[in-house]
């Protein structure tokens, strides 16, 4: 009896195994894929975004801004040292999404940074979401985003690795153009509505950005016959003043606050920018084609035109008009970034879902061709090909993305410039003492401002103080070799402590 049950245990025992492993090979074939292509784009994304100090230019001013809105709770206006900002005159969205991580995970690089890297996961979503349910293709998708993920013009500081406006901006413009193309596909206006909303949210990202798709929409209007009927739609209507009544409100609201904010942004953004070269940002007409060959998507680029080209070939309507549609995008947004005066190594990221999409074509059609080969789906048991080939095409721009996010590396030039950061992240650690101490620091400052802010939030005072006139028993950080070389010729003065270029002095005062 005792033996018979135990055989019975042994046989239940036996049969909830085999139960659990057919449910974790169902899950595994069913979701592994998932899995797998989520560890593939949240590491990049995501991984050591808070290891280097906050940049110069753009992201420490845009960190200071949301600072000072966190302490005081202002919302509408942004400023920069408690006045109001009027070089940075963009809306607030991003400064508010920044202030609002501040107040739970603390001021810190990943409170300013998270908005951008969530913004790259969102777009990476929009692209995996048009592939399942468009294409009906899931190894499209994963395709696009490996190639995203891999484009060095995106995965980058001033895009989806700081706290810019650009990765931010590049989702709402993405999902803008791709409910664009959805509406012209089925002429659904839920999807009208949805360009709307999502371009108000560009251009309260980044002001006129928002809007330089709207040429490129236009072409694919009038290619798809859409003009006339868009124009007889009153949802149509509806929604524009919708999304213009928006962004009017906030610009209207800020100019009552603050005077003289719409003349800023029409030097700054508007007139100021685009007519005429802007504190010597300049370049000839291929100044963004150079860039994607030689630095930003040096491993896809060549594949761009062969994309377009697949896509228009394969026997598939949906991809036919895919390809046509992404490129106009491209084209379009090309062209009117190049006829701009003002050109930047960051105004092209808005391409780079586009172009991934194209770039995916020409691989997925190689990929799908390796898949149904008949000889090997008839002589072997599972068919590796397509992975090995997938594999082998994206293992070295992978590697390098790696190495771009998890070891980041100053440049060479830049190292110098940027040690005070690291000693401002180490001193708001706790690993420096700053305890009475000053800084002493000459020209434009934002990035070291942040971290005296967070400092100050933190519980210690760290000021800026003037190297000209320092007193007797003052404790002072100096980081620059003039300022160096000054207080050692103007100062009786004794060294603290020497951590890399950083220099703590401790003045006795003048000499006679």
């Not at 919302?75 to 009027?86: G, K, R």
């Not at 190894?139 to 895009?159: D, M, N, P, Q």
């Not at 989702?171 to 999807?191: G, I, M, V």
Request: some cysteine; overall charge neutral.
């Amino acid at each position: 009896m005792e033996q018979t049950q135990s055989l019975l245990e042994h046989s239940t025992t036996e049969v909830i195994s085999d139960t659990r492993k057919r449910r974790i090979t169902v899950w595994l074939r069913k979701y592994g894929k998932y899995a797998i292509l989520a560890a593939l784009v949240i590491v990049p994304l995501f991984g050591y975004l808070g290891t280097l100090p906050i940049r110069l230019w753009d992201e420490s001013r845009l960190a200071s801004n949301a600072f000072e809105m966190y302490d005081t709770g202002h919302l509408l206006v942004t400023t920069f040292e408690y006045s109001p900002d009027l070089w940075n005159t963009k809306p607030p969205l991003l400064i508010w999404l920044q202030a609002g991580l501040m107040k739970v995970l603390g001021v810190n690089e990943w409170a300013v940074r998270l908005p951008s890297a969530v913004a790259g996961l969102l777009t990476c979503s929009l692209l995996l979401y048009l592939s399942r349910r468009y294409l009906n293709s899931f190894w499209f998708g994963f395709i696009a985003l490996l190639v995203l993920v891999t484009s060095e013009g995106y995965i980058t500081e001033h895009g989806t690795r700081t706290g810019d406006y650009d990765a931010l901006l590049t989702l709402f413009t993405t999902l803008s153009a791709l409910a664009f193309f959805a509406y012209c596909e089925t002429t659904r206006n839920k999807y009208l509505y949805l360009v709307f909303a999502a371009t108000a949210l560009a251009v309260l990202t980044k002001s006129i950005a928002g809007f330089l798709f709207v040429p490129a929409l236009g072409i694919y209007a009038i290619i798809r016959g859409q003009v006339l009927p868009l124009l007889q739609n009153k949802h149509f209507y509806i929604g524009l003043l919708g999304c213009l009544g928006v962004i009017a409100g906030y610009y209207l609201l800020r100019e009552a606050v603050s005077p003289g904010y719409l003349q800023a942004v029409w030097h700054n953004e508007l007139g100021g920018r685009y007519l005429q070269v802007n504190e010597n940002h300049s370049g000839d007409f291929w100044f963004y084609y150079y860039g994607f060959m030689e630095l930003k998507l040096t491993a896809w680029y060549l594949l761009v035109p062969c994309g377009f080209a697949v896509g228009l070939l394969l026997k598939n309507h949906r991809m036919n008009r895919l390809a046509l549609f992404c490129a106009v995008m491209v084209v379009g947004f090309f062209l009117v970034i190049s006829v701009s005066k003002t050109k930047l190594h960051w105004y092209d990221i808005p391409l780079y879902p586009f172009l991934s999409l194209l770039i995916a074509m020409v691989v997925y059609a190689v990929f799908d061709a390796l898949r149904h080969l008949t000889w090997v789906n008839q002589h072997m048991r599972s068919n590796i090909w397509p992975f090995v080939f997938l594999f082998l095409l994206a293992i070295n721009p992978y590697r390098k993305t790696l190495d771009r996010t998890y070891t980041p590396e100053e440049n060479p030039g830049d190292k110098v410039f940027f040690d005070i950061g690291y000693f401002l992240k180490d001193a708001l650690k706790g690993k420096q003492d700053i305890t009475g101490y000053s800084l002493l620091y000459e020209g434009f400052n934002t990035h070291n401002l942040f971290y005296l802010y967070a400092l100050r939030d933190n519980g210690t005072r760290l000021d800026f103080q003037d190297w000209t006139n320092l007193k007797p028993g003052e404790l002072v950080i100096v980081p620059q070799e003039h300022i160096k070389q000054y207080v050692r010729e103007h100062y009786e003065q004794e060294v603290v402590e020497e951590i890399g270029t950083i220099t703590k002095f401790r003045i006795h005062g003048k000499k006679q």
